[in-house]
């Protein structure tokens, strides 16, 4: 398996955790397991789930024009509760719920209809089935007890139920790669075994065999996956091959009736931005109600963000990962020829803009969308290897952008980047 371009150049995918949880706007899954809800309470939303306002084309227009170039559905999240027509159990949004839908089924449907690439997560651990918890990690100390929902307490190891809870797992993770086909296989749960009890070499081989085109994450025991996955904050450094920030919207991965602790359509823009300016993908998740509908806040967010994309989408879409710290106080990305190298600018400038480090004569600087030219300096420089200051001046506000303004530098040649440099 490797890295598809695609995904490398997609830029911008939707998270979404649609489940029971929604119901009662709980935590998924989670809530449970920390005994906040008993399991039992936590089942009975099965009842409540109904899906009657899910319309996936709606879903995929919406992605769409929010800019987006994949999704990633929660196919089955460490609940257990499987959004497909699962042969395994009957714990299915299908037979389990009044909903009675295959939700798994439309998603795909229609995001292959609309062009977009199709990503399901799926947990690999599942807290309901009633094998789940039968070993322990290796190497658990006796006197841990750990919780009950993941391993059994000493001394009450039984292998034979962990070995059907694999074969349940690989009759899972087989419907949804022979059904679906997915684009991206984001997995998630795999941290309370090892890698020998996962038997990840199992799933690796599996997954190249019927799928070596798809994109895998980073979260398989055992060191593969095709890229990294951190959550809920930029990188200070980013990683060095190609990765995915995963973020939500407010505070909360599924929906919760009281989260409306949202971040502004200026702060996605950054966090989009910074993502890119890395290197990496932004991943960014939304949580529909029950009935399958996504809060209004969220909707006008995702068609915010996408309004500014389309208005930048020369510095987003082709482009690789921007100028070093210190080259420019901001996200940058680099055009594919390295051109081109586009700045982007969350304050409004003191009189200018500033990069340092460029030995590249800048022919031109446009900020993108708005067209105006600014007036370009060059000073210092001069010493071997050193490269000075560009100053880039802005002489009217009314050429900015209101959420983030990005300037377009056209160079004399392909991006020459000059190193530390000092002369005794």
Same mark, same amino acid.
């Given at each position: ?20 949880y ?7 899954s ?20 109904t899906?009657? #306002? ?9 992605? /769409? ?5 994949? %999704? ?7 609940? !257990? ?12 949004t299908? #037979?389990? $719920?009044?909903?009675r ?10 995001? @292959? ?17 009633p094998?789940?918890?039968s ?10 007890r ?14 034979e139920?962990?070995? +059907?809870?694999?074969?349940?797992? +690989?009759?899972?993770?087989? /419907?949804?790669?022979?059904? =679906? ?12 075994r ?7 070499d ?11 085109? $798809?994109v *895998?994450?980073? +979260?398989?025991?055992?060191? =593969? ?6 959550e ?15 973020? $939500?919207?407010?505070?909360s ?6 989260d ?9 823009? +950054?966090?989009? %931005?910074?993502? &890119? !300016? ?15 509908? &996504?809060?209004? /806040?969220? *909707?006008?967010?995702?068609r915010?963000?996408g ?6 989408? @020369? %510095?987003? =879409? ?11 106080y901001?996200?940058?990305t ?18 200018? =803009?500033?990069?340092?480090?460029v @030995? ?10 708005? !067209? ?18 560009t100053?880039?001046?802005?002489d ?5 952008d ?16 000059a ?6």
């Amino acid at each position: 398996m490797a890295i598809q371009p695609w995904f490398e150049q997609a830029k911008l995918g939707i998270f979404l955790h649609y489940g029971i949880y929604a119901v009662n706007g709980i935590a998924e899954s989670w809530s449970f397991f920390n005994g906040e809800i008993s399991h039992e309470d936590y089942l009975e939303q099965l009842d409540g789930f109904t899906a009657a #306002k899910f319309d996936a084309d709606a879903w995929a227009e919406l992605f /769409e024009a929010a800019g987006a170039r994949y %999704a990633v559905l929660t196919s089955k999240h460490h609940d !257990g509760v499987a959004l497909y027509d699962t042969a395994a159990n009957d714990l299915s949004t299908v #037979k389990a $719920t009044p909903a009675r839908r295959d939700i798994v089924s439309e998603y795909v449907e229609a995001l @292959r209809r609309h062009g977009l690439k199709v990503g399901l997560y799926f947990s690999h651990l599942d807290w309901t089935h009633p094998d789940y918890a039968s070993v322990r990690p290796a190497g658990m100390p006796a006197d841990e007890r750990g919780n009950p929902f993941a391993v059994p307490a000493a001394g009450a190891e039984d292998p034979e139920r962990w070995e +059907r809870f694999l074969a349940f797992h +690989r009759t899972q993770l087989t /419907e949804i790669i022979d059904r =679906f086909a997915p684009d991206l296989l984001w997995f998630d749960g795999d941290w309370e075994r090892d890698p020998e009890q996962w038997r990840m070499d199992e799933v690796r081989d599996l997954i190249a065999a019927k799928l070596p085109k $798809t994109v *895998v994450n980073g +979260r398989m025991r055992g060191g =593969f996956g095709d890229y990294a996955t951190p959550e809920q904050g930029v990188p200070i450094v980013p990683p060095a091959g190609p990765w995915e920030l995963c973020v $939500t919207i407010n505070d909360s991965w599924g929906f919760q009736h009281d989260d409306h602790h949202y971040k502004s359509v200026r702060q996605l823009i +950054r966090l989009f %931005a910074e993502t &890119i !300016g890395g290197g990496g993908n932004l991943l960014l998740d939304v949580g529909p109600r029950e009935d399958g509908s &996504i809060p209004e /806040e969220q *909707v006008e967010r995702l068609r915010e963000l996408g309004d500014w994309i389309r208005r930048h989408e @020369r %510095a987003v =879409f082709g482009t690789t990962r921007g100028l070093p710290n210190g080259a420019f106080y901001g996200a940058s990305t680099v055009s594919a020829d390295r051109r081109r190298v586009y700045l982007f600018g969350f304050d409004r400038p003191n009189e200018y =803009f500033v990069v340092r480090g460029v @030995r590249n004569k800048v022919l031109k600087a446009t900020i993108v969308g708005s !067209g105006v030219e600014l007036r370009i300096d060059r000073q210092g420089g001069g010493i071997e290897g050193a490269a000075g200051w560009t100053y880039l001046y802005v002489d009217s506000d009314t050429a900015l952008d209101r959420d983030c303004t990005v300037v377009e530098l056209e160079l004399d040649g392909e991006l020459d980047l000059a190193e530390h440099h000092t002369r005794d």
